[in-house]
T-cell receptor, first 116, second 107 residues
Framework: GAVVSQHPSWVICKSGTSVKIECRSL??????MFWYRQFPKQSLMLMAT?????????EQGVEKDKFLINHASLTLSTLTVTSAHPEDSSFYIC????????????FGPGTRLTVL | QKEVEQNSGPLSVPEGAIASLNCTYS??????FFWYRQYSGKSPELIMF????GDKEDGRFTAQLNKASQYVSLLIRDSQPSDSATYLC???????FGQGTELSVKP
């Protein structure tokens, strides 16, 4: 149990375009979902926390107008990178947690974004 | 001061040896601590978490927590080449990650 999927697993886009990444909890209802970004040889950096039906909470330094997060249901959160630029190229990982389960997060497999 | 600090390594140990990975944190209020393993190009996978001072064992893995000294460690016994990966420590409910320690287990 506790499987989280992400789609797409990788994407290449042109500079200036927008890219949407989906994160789904497949066999449980996720009260909270998290979005991380990881640059090569660096650790995961929390970008934002989202709860179903409410606005996402962004970490300091993360542009909320550039990284749009929608948590439409208890099993789906989306991250849209708007007007992507080469510096946005990174590994984007989502995770989901269940209420009452010791804060354990279940990570999706990640999405590799390359902006040309 | 970073919230979570780890020695980036690489840490190299021979097969069968004990690998010791350390992590220090700055927030004394942290209650839960997590160890993740991450293979190159993959997302992290949970090894174990610990809340209470002392040791917690799970198979070949032992997590050790010392809240007074603000450190948490992970011991891997009988290290195998398949354990070669980056090990991430996370605090604050698992939301804040250290930079990770790269472990290499040599056959």
């Amino acid at each position: 149990g506790a499987v989280v999927s992400q789609h797409p697993s990788w994407v290449i886009c042109k500079s200036g375009t927008s890219v949407k990444i989906e994160c789904r909890s497949l066999d449980f209802q996720a009260t909270t979902m998290f979005w991380y970004r990881q640059f090569p040889k660096q650790s995961l950096m929390l970008m934002a926390t989202s709860n179903e039906g409410s606005k996402a909470t962004y970490e300091q330094g993360v542009e909320k107008d550039k990284f749009l997060i929608n948590h439409a249901s208890l099993t789906l959160s989306t991250l849209t990178v708007t007007s992507a630029h080469p510096e946005d190229s990174s590994f984007y990982i989502c995770s989901a947690s269940r209420e009452g389960i010791s804060n354990e997060q279940f990570f999706g497999p990640g999405t590799r974004l390359t902006v040309l | 001061q970073k919230e979570v600090e780890q020695n980036s390594g690489p840490l190299s140990v021979p097969e069968g040896a004990i690998a010791s990975l350390n992590c220090t944190y700055s927030d004394r209020g942290s209650q839960s601590f997590f160890w993740y393993r991450q293979y190159s190009g993959k997302s992290p996978e949970l090894i174990m978490f610990i809340y209470s001072n002392g040791d917690k064992e799970d198979g070949r893995f032992t997590a050790q927590l010392n809240k007074a000294s603000q450190y948490v460690s992970l011991l891997i016994r009988d290290s195998q080449p398949s354990d070669s990966a980056t090990y991430l420590c996370a605090v604050k409910g698992g939301l804040i990650f250290g930079q990770g320690t790269e472990l290499s287990v040599k056959p």
